[in-house]
């Protein structure tokens, strides 16, 4: 079993709706990351968070150190959000020896 | 300013062939990271520069894996000889250096085929 595990695996949605992609962690981490990979594009990272909530535009990414768990939500999705979303943590290891999630494929329906 | 870029975008050898992948991270950056993705698995962590030397190599699969980062600048990733379970996507990142809560910045990758 991965270490990090994401759901759902796909997820696809009506434009508008509000979408939750869910990571849980099973070893201690310093920080977690979200990050959004579009169709042959490159990664871009839209979060790290290490306790709390963050915000950035439509996005809201929360994490709960106890249950070792942590939200991506989206609001007012729109088809521009299709994409992979991955959630990755630091364990301990130099800033950028993350361990992965295997994505979340979100399709978003105009 | 440019981002991180990878190439090439694409390659396609053959088992036993040699391949040499580049990166050339955001100016200024001293972190340089190296990760992996095989078809269907997880994007895994290969090795992370500091500048010139390497900080942490515990994600290298093998010695037929050799990362380099002359001048502190771009790195390559040479694979000698290739095999088959190297196929895969290749993502390089970069971050500046600092107290651990730096941005990463993603390349698009290199897809890289063993035939």
């Known amino acids: 079993k991965n270490e990090v595990e994401q759901s759902p695996q796909n997820l696809t949605a009506q434009e508008g709706e509000f979408i939750t992609i869910n990571c849980s962690y099973s070893?201690?981490?310093?920080?977690l990351h979200w990050l959004q990979q579009h169709p042959g594009g490159g990664i871009v990272s839209l979060f790290m968070?290490?306790?709390g909530k963050k915000k950035h535009g439509r996005l809201i990414a929360t994490i709960n150190i106890q249950e070792k768990h942590s939200s991506l939500h989206i609001t007012a999705s729109h088809p521009r959000d299709s994409a992979v979303y991955i959630c990755?943590?630091?364990?301990?290891?130099?800033?950028?020896?993350?361990?992965f999630g295997k994505g979340t494929k979100l399709s978003v329906k105009p | 300013e440019a981002g991180v870029t990878q190439f090439p975008s694409h390659s396609v050898i053959e088992k036993g062939q040699t391949v040499t992948l580049r990166c050339d991270p955001i100016?200024?950056?001293?972190?340089l990271y190296w990760y992996r993705r095989v078809m269907g698995k997880e994007i895994k962590f290969l090795l992370h520069?500091?500048?010139?030397?390497?900080?942490?190599e515990s994600g290298m699969p093998n010695n037929r894996f050799l990362a380099e980062r002359t001048g502190g600048t771009y790195s390559t990733l040479k694979v000698q000889p290739a095999e088959l379970e190297d196929s895969g996507v290749y993502f390089c990142?970069?971050?500046?250096f600092g107290q651990g809560n730096e941005k990463l910045f993603f390349g698009s990758g290199t897809q890289l085929s063993v035939l």
């Open positions: 990142a970069s971050s500046q």
């Open positions: 070893v201690g981490i310093s920080a």
């Open positions: 968070l290490s306790s």
């Open positions: 990755a943590v630091n364990s301990g290891g130099s800033q950028g020896n993350l361990i």
């Open positions: 100016s200024g950056h001293d972190n």
């Open positions: 520069f500091v500048k010139e030397s390497k900080q942490d």
